[in-house]
């Protein structure tokens, strides 16, 4: 099925909850929208006026986020002194799934045109997106498991044997929606893998901000410079201000790395006609240089998954992410039987897992999980998790006893 004809994760859980009526107010964690305070700092840079918007964006005020940006990229991966990136290296996007959905076709056109086939790579599950950018251009999808994955330490382990068929990987680290994040030995393997097998490989770490500190994750340009690939060859990073800042409203992202494949993204833009407006461009240039409020936003959700411990760590698959802010959890019952069940219930939305699976395998592996987004306020932390529980127990014994309707 395309793309255009399949319902989107939350517009299939929209359908499964459509005959439900909660008794409690609603409350969505099904979808990552960040809530966390606004900061002032950051919002103080928005024209209070809107003369901008009557003018095009000026290219000086797209240079200068660009240098920001590379000045963040200095400081948060840059631990080598070899590390490196210049404005050049990076596009500007109008949030990260444009620049998602949009680079097969800026980098493949040419090849799609003369009628070859291209092969895209991709975790399973993972983020809708992937697979619908793959299926923009009629591509052939192969997807690989996080057990996959994470077995690349060791070649004996490698247990995906696709590698030479690939012309594009997604990645992504901290992973959504499993929270689980790459290390750099993992990092090294793939990035080698890319280059003998001249794929390219595109690392979305738009959660690269929100972990439980010290242990911030590393990420592809960081792998990249550790082992001696000072341009980013075959290489891109992807991120975003709508998890680390809180502001999905904004519509801002960036791609960075390979200078060659960056200008062939921004070429393929300069038609497409996305470009972010002034005011967009003034306060993205203000959250990239500030870390204050990032820090603060880190430590919401720390405190979240803290307090949600108390309630959950009985259950056998719980755990806290390593990254992101998404709880994964395998409920040991059929996932959108749970999720009715915290709706009518509870007025909680959360998302069937294998929603988010692309091969017939992980549907099935993944029926029994449901991923939370906990954006909720920290008041609500003790209402969710004893929602979560006593839902679990319930289907449990519903299920005991040979009721198994949804």
């Not at 107010?25 to 929208?33: A, K, N, R, V, Y």
């Not at 964006?57 to 631990?79: K, V």
């Not at 201000?241 to 904004?250: H, Q, V, Y």
């Amino acid at each position: 099925m395309h793309f255009a004809e399949r319902l989107y994760p939350q517009s299939r859980l929209t359908a499964l909850l459509s005959g439900s009526s909660p008794n409690k107010p609603e409350l969505d964690l099904s979808i990552g929208e960040p809530n966390v305070a606004l900061d002032e700092k950051v919002l103080s840079t928005i024209p209070a006026g809107y003369s901008d918007l009557a003018l095009y964006p000026r290219a000086s005020l797209q240079y200068e986020l660009q240098t920001t940006i590379s000045r963040w990229l200095q400081s948060r991966y840059g631990s080598s002194r070899d590390f490196s990136i210049s404005p050049e290296q990076i596009a500007i996007l109008a949030g990260s799934r444009e620049g998602i959905f949009m680079l097969p076709i800026a980098l493949f056109n040419r090849q799609l045109q003369q009628g070859e086939q291209v092969t895209i790579a991709m975790p399973d599950p993972g983020y809708p997106i992937y697979l619908a950018s793959a299926e923009n251009i009629g591509a052939r999808v192969k997807s690989i498991t996080h057990k996959q994955l994470h077995q690349l330490t060791a070649d004996a382990l490698d247990t995906f044997t696709d590698w030479s068929q690939i012309d594009l990987m997604f990645v992504c680290s901290p992973n959504n929606p499993t929270g689980e994040v790459l290390a750099l030995k993992q990092w090294i393997r793939l990035i080698e893998l890319a280059k003998i097998h001249q794929f390219i490989l595109v690392a979305d770490e738009c959660y690269s901000e929100i972990y439980i500190e010290p242990y911030a994750p590393t990420g592809i340009l960081e792998a990249c410079v550790v082992m001696g690939n000072i341009n980013f060859d075959n290489c891109l990073a992807v991120h975003s201000l709508s998890k680390r800042s809180g502001l999905p409203g904004l519509r801002s992202g960036f791609m960075a790395g390979d200078q060659t494949l960056i200008k062939k993204l921004q070429a393929y833009r300069n038609y497409h006609g996305v470009s972010l407006s002034s005011i967009q461009l003034s306060a993205s240039q203000a959250a990239w240089s500030d870390e204050e409020h990032v820090c603060k936003n880190r430590q919401t959700y720390s405190k979240k998954f803290t307090a949600l411990t108390q309630y959950l760590e009985a259950l056998p698959s719980y755990q806290v992410p390593q990254g992101g802010f998404y709880l994964w959890l395998d409920t040991g019952c059929p996932s959108e039987q749970i999720c009715v069940h915290l709706y009518q219930h509870f007025g909680i939305k959360a998302l069937p897992g294998h929603y988010l699976a692309i091969s017939a395998d992980a549907v099935n592996d993944y029926q029994n999980y449901i991923r939370i987004a906990l954006v909720c306020s920290q008041e609500d932390i003790e209402f969710v998790g004893n929602a979560i529980k006593e839902s679990i127990l319930s289907c449990s014994r519903s299920n005991a006893a040979g009721d198994h309707v949804a």
